[in-house]
């Protein structure tokens, strides 16, 4: 079946450091990919999708391109902050159009 | 706007008990999905409801059942309850069905079962 794979937490850098969550998905057929994020305490949000091969989403300063040639979607930010602390899951829409999400990528950002 | 609000926040029961867990979904939504998160794991898709049907069913035996009302906000009900089954329970409504509509999610109902 089809299944999302993150790279394993906690992430820790320093504020102002370059970030990168690899993500990567077997799946049949085309599927829309996502990232959601959840600060502590919250629920989910969308960060951002893509639903094509080549697309880049992005949002917030984050940003990730829907690699199908690699099954890809890492997600990046050029310089963190320390309220970007949270955690990170990468998703895809299924053939029944039901989210997949992977186990999810603590990130945490020390001032 | 009224976002997603779930209720109860938190909730403590015992093996074999059962539980209803509340979800109003977002003005104007209706779609809703629920969702069981693990401790450290991502979401995992439980049922969707659109327009008081159940239109899609993850992998989760018969005791999870579901409602939606006229209004569009919905209840899961979980009977027999298992150890297992604490986790935080998410539910998420959207304007339509199909991949493209965006979700929007409650704060969740975290779930203990001793």
């Known amino acids: 079946g089809d299944s999302v794979t993150q790279m394993e937490g906690p992430v820790t850098l320093s504020e102002e450091a370059f970030l990168t969550i690899n993500c990567t998905y077997t799946a049949t057929g085309y599927p829309s990919l996502f990232w959601y994020v959840q600060y502590p305490g919250e629920g989910l949000q969308l960060l951002l999708k893509a639903t094509k091969a080549d697309d880049k989403g992005s949002n917030k300063g984050f940003e990730a391109t829907y690699r199908k040639e690699t099954t890809s979607f890492h997600l990046e930010k050029g310089s963190v902050q320390v309220s970007d602390s949270a955690v990170y899951f990468c998703a895809l829409t299924d053939s029944n159009y039901q989210l997949i999400w992977g186990a999810g990528t603590k990130l945490i950002i020390k001032p | 706007e009224t976002g997603v609000t779930q209720s109860p926040t938190h909730l403590i029961k015992t093996r074999g008990q059962q539980v209803t867990l509340r979800c109003s979904s977002q003005?104007?939504?209706?779609?809703v999905s629920w969702y069981q998160q693990a401790l450290g794991q991502g979401p995992q898709f439980i049922f969707q409801?659109?327009?008081?049907?159940?239109?899609g069913r993850g992998n989760f035996p018969p005791r999870f059942s579901g409602l939606q009302f006229p209004n569009y906000s919905s209840e899961l009900n979980v009977n027999a309850l298992e150890l297992d089954d604490s986790a935080l329970y998410l539910c998420?409504?959207?304007?339509?069905?199909?991949?493209?509509?965006?979700?929007?999610f409650g704060n969740g109902t975290r779930l203990t079962v001793t």
């Open positions: 409801y659109y327009r008081e049907e159940e239109n």
């Open positions: 003005s104007g939504h209706n779609t």
């Open positions: 998420a409504s959207s304007p339509a069905q199909g991949e493209n509509s965006p979700l929007h």
